[in-house]
């Protein structure tokens, strides 16, 4: 509630405020909007080169070149290695049933 009253006091205020100080308020408006455009039309000039940069054909086609696809023996290899991780997941969730059904006993 406290805040909400703060919150209706400052409206109030900044709207009074605005009145009496008309003048140094457009001034300060008036000085804002450049550098709001300005920083808006940055920003939106790197989103776009990011966007560009990201659909030019030239550039997709070193990072192919340059990572090769796996070989068959370490394909293998890394599911021989997953699957070792898949039972070691099995055999953690094993203990901890068999915890949780010794906690509640």
Do not use: C, H, N, W
């Amino acid at each position: 509630m406290k805040v909400f009253l703060g919150g209706i006091a400052a409206a109030f205020l900044g709207i009074i405020g605005i009145f009496v100080f008309f003048g140094p308020f457009l001034q300060l408006l008036a000085g804002a909007v450049p550098l709001m455009l300005l920083l808006g039309g940055a920003m939106a000039a790197y989103l776009g080169y990011d966007e560009v940069k990201d659909q030019l054909p030239f550039g997709k086609k070193k990072e192919a070149e340059e990572t090769p696809p796996p070989a068959p023996e370490e394909t293998s290899k890394y599911r021989e290695e997953a699957e070792k991780y898949k039972q070691e997941v099995e055999k953690l969730k094993a203990e901890l049933d068999k915890t949780k059904t010794e906690a509640t006993s």
